[in-house]
């Protein structure tokens, strides 16, 4: 992981949410730029990807794509331990299934490995009908649960179109060098 925040070295980043929240087609949106008709997801996919927007311009990510079906959820852990960020997608069109994405959402979040770890949210799918936009998300997620403390932001996204996805992707790259200049600046001060 890691080295020094100026350099641009690989950042790693882990892709979790729900099943169906389109986690593997915003990995092939951002690989290839174009839209990528995807598998439910056995195991796990990994992409390398260059950033396009702002800072994140040039930046190489290695994003992790783990399976999102509740049997697998418990691996999560293995890949969240040692990642730079963590990116979780939700179905802004499945009212239903956010109250388990935020269960989820919020496991993950307060276990020890991933305390100081910032989280992006994408509320994806912003294209359906009837999709909530993500202040809409961030509340009925009560993602202020993350705490005051955490590295958090929630963007609007549809990985059909690619759209939002390199914004956000670049927000959470500055909350990266963010947590790494805090973590430079706490060791100088011991
Ligand atoms: P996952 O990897 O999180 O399990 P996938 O999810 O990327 O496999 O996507 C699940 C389904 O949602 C796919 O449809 C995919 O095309 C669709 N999807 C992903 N992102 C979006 C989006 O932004 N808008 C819309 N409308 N659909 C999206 P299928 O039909 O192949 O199951
Ligand atoms: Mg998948």
Known sequence: MGGSFTKLDNVHLVMMGLDSAGKSTALYRFKFDQYVNTVPTVGFNCEKVKGTTGKA???????????GQDK?????????????????VVDSADVERMEEAKVE???MARTPETVSVPILVIA?????????DSSEVEK???????GTGRLWSIHPGCAVTGEGLDEALEHLYQMILKRRKAAKQAKKKR
């Open 57 to 67: 311009k040039g930046v190489s990510f290695v994003i992790w794509d783990v399976g």
């Open 72 to 88: 697998v959820r418990p691996l999560w852990r293995s890949y969240t331990r040692s990642t730079d960020g963590i990116v979780f």
């Open 105 to 107: 959402l919020l496991r």
């Open 124 to 132: 994806n799918k912003q294209d359906l009908p009837g999709a909530k």
């Open 140 to 146: 009925i997620m009560c993602l202020h649960e993350l």
